[in-house]
């Protein structure tokens, strides 16, 4: 085992690997060289690489993150930057806007807000400000991102230990944005907060019955009677173990 540190560090230190684009190239080799191309075997292999490079310069890891990023491999970028200590401290709001120009997509915009900004702003990285000036975007993917992004302080197996306070003042930004995207957000980053302060999110509900949309109201007040996104669901709750886990994209 002390040979296998030994050996990591010596090419993380090796010239080749701080080399301007060597890096880049070599990840984006043997990541089109995998035989299957899922996200299990994609990141097997992001995890074996950020393991070598783990003593590598934060520089180092942003620019590989940057790289992959151009070459279309985002959310494996994303990856190695949260992966990495001295990356990840490096963090700020002008770096993870620059990170996140390529978002085009809802699964980008998520796939963003739950492996960066959110666990960058639980972190203190960034402030309550920063993630309010995202809610206030033109750009609809931005104000998707400050909702999910309330997600992961609400997410224990993110580390997430219950905000009621951000959550519903960012979500209290958006209550009358009709962007499809946003309300459907708006409903996650509530129902991400039952488990913690229903009687807060049951408030929140009446306060702004008139604001909030249909589909918002709906969706959460099922999740404080049944835990639940849709009745539909709860029909098999009592047959499944896994009824409590939302599978699909909210």
Not at 109 to 136: C, K, M, Q, Y
């Amino acid at each position: 085992m002390i040979l296998g540190v030994e050996m990591v560090a010596r090419r993380v230190l090796a010239p080749e690997d701080t080399e301007p684009g060597h890096l880049v190239a070599r990840v984006l080799d043997e990541l089109r060289a995998l035989e299957k191309h899922d996200t299990a075997s994609i990141r097997a292999l992001r995890r074996r690489i950020s393991a070598e490079i783990a003593t590598a310069e934060a520089g180092v890891v942003f620019d590989l993150a940057e790289g992959l990023i151009q070459e279309g491999f985002d959310w494996e970028g994303w990856e190695f930057i949260n992966s990495h200590g001295a990356a990840f401290a490096g963090l700020t709001r002008a770096r993870l806007e620059k990170l996140g120009e390529c978002i085009e997509t809802w699964a980008q915009a998520d796939a963003f807000a739950t492996i960066l900004a959110g666990p960058a702003w639980r972190e203190g990285l960034i402030s309550n400000a920063d993630v309010d000036n995202w809610a206030r975007s033109p750009d609809h993917w931005w104000r998707r991102i400050a909702l999910v992004s309330t997600t992961i302080l609400n997410t224990r197996s993110r580390w997430g230990t219950g905000d009621t306070q951000r959550t519903l003042a960012v979500v209290g930004l958006l209550i009358n944005d009709r962007d499809e995207t946003v309300i459907k957000a708006v409903s996650w980053a509530l129902r991400s907060l039952v488990p913690w302060d229903p009687r807060a999110v049951r408030t929140f509900l009446e306060a702004h019955e008139g604001e909030l949309a249909a589909r918002v109201k709906r969706e959460v007040r099922t999740k404080l009677e049944t835990g639940l996104k849709s009745r539909r669901r709860s029909v098999h709750s009592e047959a499944s173990v896994h009824s409590n886990s939302e599978t699909a994209a909210p």
